[in-house]
């Protein structure tokens, strides 16, 4: 088996992970590979276990099985580096939340030892896919935002589905998330918490001026077109929170999901809700413990 590590060499956490990562390579004899410049910031030479590449996309088409050591923010860039190679995923958290990175440092022996031993089945999460009018081609894990730009002003944003009308947003932008993305920003600004594998999107204002404006839940094979024009406040269009500069109005993205897939692996014994429970509270009466 042949691991491909794919993690932020900037963030000290990542150190510890890697080192204990390093030790089980050595006693199983499994190959890692691993950006040179990761080697370089953890005091790593290429050995007969450790393969240095000149980039994480050559150390993930390299591998059988990635392994992202941080946070969510890692996951998503590891989600978009990767997303042509299919390989499956394993998330391990050394950064804070790391909701979709589930694997504790402390359980990270037992977590490869499962995939030695093939122990393990892939939770298949959908990215979303959306179009612009100029025929530029997006793919988002999480979400996709319309967001107001260096203002203080509400953004106007038309939102249609499946060709009628929804509703013309007034508001500091637009969230559209997919199940994935539904325990990310579209939690924290009211949006519902939707289980991965169900095939909707969730369109969610971001602080509506109307108090009547509620996210709604939309099958997602079915397409929801999203309108901007002109106005007197800068909107700005990104995707897992890279941005695209809008250059032209009116501008247009349709937004499906995708045939692309995201392959997380499941280990024994985790668990979704037990997740949602751990991770955000989720559930919690604290009158229970009294």
């Keep these: 088996m042949k691991l491909g590590i794919v993690a932020n060499p900037k963030k000290y956490e990542v150190h510890e992970v890697l080192t204990e990562t390093l030790k089980w390579a050595q006693e199983t004899n499994t190959s890692l590979f691993i950006n040179a410049e990761i080697c370089e910031e953890n005091g790593l030479s290429e050995s007969a276990v450790v393969q240095k590449t000149s980039s994480d996309e050559d150390a993930i088409r390299a591998c059988d099985i990635i392994l992202v050591m941080g946070g969510d923010g890692t996951i998503l ?135 009547t404006t509620r996210p709604l839940v939309l099958n997602s094979t079915r397409p929801l077109k999203v309108r901007i024009e002109k106005q007197r406040s800068d909107v700005q269009f990104s995707y897992d929170g890279k941005v695209y500069e809008i250059e032209s109005f009116p501008f247009e993205v349709e937004i499906l999901k995708a045939e692309l897939t995201f392959d997380l692996i499941h280990l024994p014994g985790q668990d979704y809700f037990e997740t949602l429970r751990n991770k955000l509270m989720w559930g919690m009466d604290s009158r229970r413990s009294r």
């Design 77 to 211: 860039y590891t989600a978009r580096i990767s997303k042509d190679f299919g390989k499956p995923i394993l998330g391990i958290n050394s950064g804070r939340l790391g909701f979709m990175a589930n694997t504790k440092k402390e359980d990270l022996c037992t977590a490869l030892d499962c995939l030695l031993k093939e122990d393990f089945t892939l939770d298949k999460r959908s990215f979303l896919k959306a179009t612009t009018n100029s025929g530029d081609t997006f793919y988002a894990l999480n979400e996709f935002l319309f967001t107001r730009k260096d203002s203080i002003s509400m953004v106007n944003v038309t939102a249609e589905y499946d060709g009628s009308l929804i509703n013309t947003y007034w508001a500091d932008g637009l969230i559209v998330a997919s199940p994935t993305g539904s325990t990310a920003y579209n939690l924290a600004s009211g949006g519902p918490i939707v289980a991965p594998g169900t095939e909707v999107f969730v369109v969610t204002p971001i602080n509506p001026h109307t108090l």
